[in-house]
């Protein structure tokens, strides 16, 4: 009995990793970054953002900042004296919690205008369209940039869920040896 509890807590555990390992976390702007220059429409068409997905924004704080835009209409009007959050870090990371619409822009004068703005649609962590209009917020400045290529994210997960069952089911066997 002892045995299938520790099978059992291994299971849990490696379901937690292969939940984080599912994560990725997207250099808004791509190797642009967060700046006038890059097209964040088509940056946008060819990403899926899902739910536990974080963007980073990587830009040089004294030119540029991120602020958070309530709805559709703030965007579109570059309303950024409406923003519901600001940061301002150079280096800010945006956890996606749930699926809907955020928009966010550049709380610089003018640069929304010109284009710094872009709206992310996360949908549900299992789905693989995009669709939604709720928002959510989570937000941090950390200074991690790193993006996990979507393609690879079901093999991590099972080789990290795999590891994890073997690795606990080698202590079991030695313990009980």
């Given amino acids: 009995m002892e045995g299938a509890y520790k099978y059992l807590l291994a299971l849990f555990l490696a379901a937690l990793i292969t939940k ?50 309530g709805n559709e209409s703030a965007y579109k009007n570059c309303d950024i004296g409406t923003a519901v959050n600001s ?35 996360t949908v549900a962590a299992d789905a693989s369209s995009t669709s939604g209009s709720s928002p959510s917020s989570s937000t941090s400045s950390t200074s991690t940039s790193t993006s996990t290529a979507s393609a690879f994210q079901p093999i991590s997960s099972l080789i990290a869920m795999t590891a994890s069952a073997g690795f606990l089911f080698a202590v079991d066997r030695l313990m009980n040896a």
Avoid at 22 to 40: H, I, K, L, N, Y
Wanted: one cysteine or more; hydrophobic letters at 30%.
């Fill in 20 to 69: 984080e390992a599912s994560a990725t976390r997207f250099p808004v702007g791509g190797s642009q970054g967060w700046d006038e220059s890059t097209d964040f429409k088509s940056w946008t068409s060819g990403q899926t953002f899902k739910v536990g997905d974080e963007l980073v924004f990587k830009y040089n704080s004294g030119l540029h900042s991120v602020v958070e835009l």
């Fill in 87 to 121: 940061m301002n870090g150079g280096k800010d990371v945006v956890k996606l919690t749930k699926p809907g619409t955020r928009y966010f822009a550049c709380g610089t004068m003018g640069h929304c205008g010109q284009g710094m703005k872009v709206k992310i649609k």
